[in-house]
């Protein structure tokens, strides 16, 4: 019903900057609370960002603060994840989902993943 479809993982130093894009596609995205994980092997799946339907509120993880910002191009469909000041263990697959009610756990459709990787 909903595609999401994440892009502009890679391989980036530390101390180095990639955004993240997820687009949606089937169904606009305009109307949901979006949300950012990530999950590295082994690992459990999570939080690291969310940001409301206007994109007026935004939530992040600990771990993130400071250096993720979350924004929202809703014209386009689009949710982004600016990674600054990036660190080896922020190494994972991140996913993009949308429509949750609880910002950090239960979203409805979920996005396939962009790897991303940081070495030191």
């Known amino acids: 019903q909903v595609q999401l479809v994440e892009s502009g993982g890679g391989l980036v130093q530390a101390g180095g900057s990639l955004r993240l894009s997820c687009v949606a596609s089937?169904?606009?995205?305009?109307?949901?609370?979006v949300g950012w994980f990530r999950q590295a092997p082994g690992k459990e799946r999570e939080f690291v960002a969310a940001?409301?339907?206007?994109?007026?509120?935004?939530y992040y993880a600990d771990s993130v603060k400071g250096r993720f910002t979350i924004s929202r191009d809703n014209a386009k469909n689009t949710v982004y994840l600016q990674m600054n000041s990036l660190k080896p263990e922020d190494t994972a697959v991140y996913f993009c989902?949308?429509?949750?009610?609880?910002?950090?756990?239960?979203?409805?459709?979920w996005g396939q993943g962009t790897q991303v990787t940081v070495s030191s």
């Open positions: 989902a949308a429509d949750s009610t609880d910002w950090t756990q239960t979203y409805r459709y």
């Open positions: 940001i409301s339907v206007m994109g007026v509120s935004t």
């Open positions: 089937g169904r606009t995205v305009s109307g949901y609370r």
